[in-house]
Each structure stands twice: as structure tokens, then as C-alpha cells.
């Protein structure tokens, strides 16, 4: 078993990520995984440049350990892998990367759904969107609180 | 008492303030404090998704502040 989670400052190759992952997977039957993009338009449709994750010196870390942990303990897998963007990230770079090794495929995917339900409403990052109409905070939608309940 | 604030909070009110509590002052009157004071932050501070936290452990509206605590108001958070 490993559990590795990381904070980047700078830029997130999700292909590296994904093919550390399956090297370490040796003996298992299945890798899966996810990676976020930063959306170039709002929900309302205008255009976003660009996304600044404001981190907290030590809550944000361990935000991404606890739910790297919580994911290991609760799925029948063999590896897990959590690596999330902080600072600037411009529209269509990767934001963050979750991924799940393990015998069986079902497990890897439930792993790696709960992983970005966690991550969505419970990594700490204060997350704005940069772009034609000004700066705007985003917070996670009811719908993104729904998913996280699925889990409890 | 030093307590800091992140995201919309630290825009709103600045990253930091030095606030002289009075002795047995809890979280929720603390922020009530606050909010008097920076009324524009009062839906981010008193959102039932905010979090408080001394010395990087969440704390509940009832906890006593001592002199030495470094609190924390954390807006809602996201990552992903």
C-alpha cells in the first residue's frame, strides 16, 4: 500500500502522475484515475483566464492526506495517489489529479469518485476565477455537497 | 489575540487583525465582534460552512479563547 499526496506550485503532468501510479501498481489488475481542468468560461459563460488557488500553510496538505488516507482505508485498494494544484493555474492546465490502484476495477473507481467528491467540498483551497468580468470567489454548488454525501 | 483570515474573508477584512477579547470570550462572540465591525463580512463568517480553527484544529462556536490562541476563520472551502 502507498498513499501519496502532494501539493504543486508548479505545473501538474497528470500523464506523469498516471504513469507513476501504474508502475508502482505491479500485481494489480486495474489503475484508474482523474484529472481537472481549469474550465476556460464561468458557469455563466464568460471567459476565465485563468483560476488562483489560495492554500492555507498547513490545513491544505493535510486536507489532501486525510482524504488520500480516508480513501485507503475505506476501498480494497493497493495505491493511491492525490496531487492538486496551488497559485495560478491558467484556463485548460491541469488543476489536480486523482488516481487509484487495485485488483479489481470496481474498487479503483469508486476510490477515485470519492477522492474528487472529498476533494470538491473538503481540500482546503480558497479558489477564484480570473477572467473578462473581474475576479469571482467559487465555492462548492448543493450538488457538489450531495456527492459528498454518498459517502457518509 | 492575533486571528487570520483566508480567501474572500482576508478581501474583505484583510488577512489579519489584533483583537483585544475579554476573558471567556468564545468563538461565536468573537465573530459577532467582527461582524459588527466588518458588517460587508458577515454572510462569509457566518456561514454554516465556514470553520474556526486554533492551532490547526477545528473549534466549535462554544470554544473558550485563551490569550495566546492564534484562531483561524476558514471561508467555505473547494478544491478539485
Known amino acids: 500500500m502507498s498513499v501519496v499526496a502532494r501539493l504543486e506550485e508548479e505545473a501538474l503532468r497528470p500523464e506523469q502522475e498516471l504513469a507513476a501510479l501504474i508502475e508502482q501498481a505491479t500485481g494489480d489488475g486495474a489503475v484508474v484515475s482523474f484529472a481537472g481542468i481549469a474550465r476556460p468560461a464561468s458557469e455563466g459563460g464568460e471567459a476565465v483566464y485563468r483560476l488562483a488557488l489560495e492554500a492555507h500553510p498547513t490545513l491544505t496538505l493535510q486536507s489532501l492526506e486525510d482524504i488520500a488516507v480516508g480513501a485507503a482505508a475505506r476501498f480494497d485498494i493497493s495505491h493511491v495517489r492525490v496531487v492538486h494544484r496551488c497559485g495560478d493555474v491558467d484556463a485548460g492546465e491541469p488543476i489536480v489529479f486523482a488516481g487509484a490502484a487495485a485488483l479489481h476495477r470496481r474498487a479503483a473507481f469508486e476510490a477515485a469518485d470519492y477522492l474528487m467528491d472529498r476533494l470538491k467540498t473538503e481540500a482546503v483551497f480558497w479558489k477564484r476565477e480570473i477572467g473578462e468580468s473581474g475576479s469571482e470567489w467559487i465555492e462548492p454548488t448543493e450538488a457538489d455537497y450531495a456527492d459528498r454525501e454518498r459517502w457518509s | ?80
Do not use: K, N, W
Open chain 2, 1 to 80: 489575540m492575533r486571528v487570520l483570515f483566508y480567501g474572500r474573508l482576508a478581501e474583505t477584512i484583510g488577512p489579519e487583525l489584533e483583537i483585544d477579547a475579554p476573558t471567556g470570550c468564545s468563538v461565536a462572540e468573537l465573530r459577532d465582534r467582527i461582524v459588527a465591525e466588518h458588517p460587508q463580512a458577515e454572510q462569509p463568517l457566518r456561514s454554516r460552512r465556514a470553520l474556526a480553527c486554533v492551532g490547526d484544529a477545528l473549534v466549535r462556536d462554544t470554544y473558550v479563547l485563551r490569550t495566546a490562541d492564534r484562531l483561524e476563520f476558514l471561508p467555505p472551502v473547494s478544491g478539485g
